[in-house]
Structures are given as C-alpha cells and as structure tokens.
C-alpha cells in the first residue's frame, strides 16, 4: 500500500476512537459533571474561602484552568484503557491488526485519535475558561485549545505505555491514579511554587517538572501575556517526548 493510501486511514481510525470514547455516555456525562463541580462548587468554594491578601488577587480564577486539564487528563487516559483491552480482546486486535495500515501509521492514528478526544471532551470547559480569562473573543483562544491538546498529547502517549507495559487492568488503574495523584497534587494547580518552596522544599523538583504545572501556567500567562510563544513552547519537547514514547511502547507491544 503506498504512503498516500495509507495516510487515508488515519482520519478513519481517529473516528473510531473518538466513536469509542463517546458510545459510553455515562463515562462522558462523569467528565462533564466532574468538571463542572470542580469548576462552580469546588473552585468558587475555595476562591471565596482564600483572600487576595494571600498573594492571588483571585484564587477562583488562579485554580479555574485545573478543573479543564483535569478532564482532559481523564479523557487522554481511555487511550490508555482502550489499548490494555486490545491486548485481551481478540476480536479488537484482529480487527486493528488487519486494517491495510502499516503499524507506525496505526500507532500515531491512536495518538492522534486520543488527542482528538481529550479536545472534543474539553472543548465545552476550554470556552468557559476562555471567556473568564476574557480570551474567548480573542485570537489567543485558539493558543488556549493548543494548550490544551499539547498537555493532551503528553498524558495520551504516557496513558499508552502504561498499558502496554501493564500486566493486568488493577495494575493499570493503580499506576493510572497515581499519576493523577501526581498531576494534580504536586503541581502548581492548587498552589504557587513559592509556597512549596516555603513548606516543602524537597517537592519543588517534582512540582517544576510536572507536565500538570507547565499547562496551567501556560493557560495563566493568557491573561496577561502578549507573547504567548515561550509558555506554550515549554510543554511542546516533553509532550512530543511522551507522545514518541508512547507509539513506540505501542509498537512494542503490536509485535507481541
């Protein structure tokens, strides 16, 4: 099959994916829930309870970002829980198996398929923090959805070499929530880096390099930022990183 040929199935399996994702209503109406008491319950209940005084002239619109990466990051793990079913159910890996696709072809259609619906399952929240951060009728609402799919990218390819590396669905979803964990507590979403600095000093590497802290302080500097370039350009090498890992663990385990 020649390259062109094959190119043509990419926008084929990206459907499919995002078919998947959205054949289970329960799991999308969870996520939009989620966010939506993280957002109106959650962070209007926290930026009421801390002052201006504190340093953030706004902690509700400080934390607002987090409740969309969040989601997102939920939406990018089901990459990851599509492919550990693949690798027991039969019927899914003929059939992926046997489309006229050559695999670093079908690796990168399920990265980009997973991108794709973390956007789709976020596009609803990314307008909201858009017009609270007054970008929405702004040209720097589209870096904000760049944003977005960029942290995507990273947590899908990260989401898959999980699960192509996991031994049973229990190891999956433990590793799964410990990364949750991770992004969401040990990173800039809930608090600043200098409070860390001043109350736990050794978490301050793991905050700084966390992807969580990169995407939401990227999402900040919309609001202030005129050259939008240098936040954003730090979440591209370690998102592309995690997304290369990821189809290569793909790879890895479609040879299995």
């Known amino acids: 099959m020649s390259r062109t040929s094959s190119l043509r199935l990419v926008p084929l399996i990206v459907e499919?994916?995002?078919r998947i994702l959205f054949s289970d209503t329960f799991l999308v109406g969870i996520m939009f829930t989620n966010f939506a008491i993280d957002l109106f319950v959650t962070a209007v209940t926290f930026g009421n309870l801390i002052p201006p005084t504190t340093g953030i002239p706004s902690y509700f619109l400080y934390i607002a970002p987090g409740s969309n990466f969040i989601t997102a990051a939920v939406a990018a793990f089901q990459s990851g829980r599509d492919v550990w079913r693949e690798k027991y159910i039969k019927d899914l890996t003929s059939y992926l198996l046997s489309l006229p696709a050559p695999r670093p072809v079908l690796a990168a259609s399920r990265i980009a398929g997973g991108v794709a619906r973390s956007l789709i399952a976020t596009f609803p929240g990314t307008?909201?923090?858009?017009?609270?951060?007054?970008?929405?009728?702004?040209?720097?609402?589209?870096?904000?959805?760049?944003?977005?799919?960029?942290?995507?990218?990273?947590?899908?390819?990260?989401?898959?070499?999980?699960?192509?590396?996991?031994?049973?669905?229990?190891?999956?979803?433990?590793?799964r929530s410990g990364v949750q964990l991770y992004l969401s507590f040990l990173s800039t979403l809930f608090y600043t880096v200098e409070t860390f600095r001043l109350q736990a000093p050794a978490l301050v590497p793991f905050v700084s390099s966390n992807p969580m802290t990169w995407a939401v302080e990227a999402f900040r500097e919309l609001r202030v930022a005129h050259d939008i370039l240098p936040p954003i350009a730090v979440l591209v090498a370690p998102s592309l990183a995690f997304a290369a890992l990821g189809m290569a663990s793909y790879l890895w385990y479609s040879r299995l």
């Open 16 to 18: 499919r994916d995002i």
């Open 127 to 175: 307008l909201v923090i858009s017009y609270l951060y007054g970008v929405l009728f702004d040209p720097r609402v589209f870096a904000a959805y760049l944003i977005v799919g960029l942290f995507s990218l990273g947590i899908v390819g990260l989401s898959i070499t999980i699960a192509a590396f996991a031994s049973s669905i229990e190891v999956f979803v433990t590793i």
